[in-house]
């Protein structure tokens, strides 16, 4: 089992960043598919992007392209999630979420909630216009 922290949310204008942190603890050498996923009220849990901390080109949602940009730290055990030019229907509760799998797994389903076993715990980011 695998514990995730997020850290990093808060509220900023549109136009500006937030740079979200997800720390891993615990059997993280199995947990190599990582993503971040966000909520809204009301709305389903959605995509936003992953990333195989083995190595490979992460995924990205189209509503982010070009916007958000998923990276990692090995050594701290550590996945970011930086959000540059922030719109208002960005605001959600973004979660990091992690599951055992291979680099081609997280190709195919790494956007789908469904696959992840281990999620943390939640950081709101609300972005005004």
């Known amino acids: 089992q695998v514990q995730l922290v997020e850290s990093g949310g808060g509220s900023v204008q549109a136009g500006g960043s937030l740079r979200l942190s997800c720390t891993a603890s615990?059997?993280?050498?199995?947990?190599?598919?990582m993503g971040w996923f966000r909520q809204a009220p009301g709305k389903e849990r959605e995509g936003v992007a992953s990333i195989y901390t083995g190595g490979g080109r992460p995924s990205y949602a189209d509503s982010v392209k070009g916007r958000f940009t998923i990276s990692q730290d090995n050594a701290k055990n550590t996945v970011y999630l930086q959000m540059d030019s922030l719109k208002p229907e960005d605001t959600a509760m973004y979660f990091c979420?992690?599951?055992?799998?291979?680099?081609?797994?997280?190709?195919?389903?790494?956007?789908?909630?469904?696959?992840?076993?281990?999620w943390g715990q939640g950081t709101q980011v609300t972005v005004s216009s």
């Open positions: 615990g059997a993280t050498s199995s947990r190599k598919c």
């Open positions: 979420a992690a599951f055992a799998g291979s680099w081609r797994s997280l190709m195919s389903r790494g956007l789908a909630p469904y696959a992840y076993s281990d």
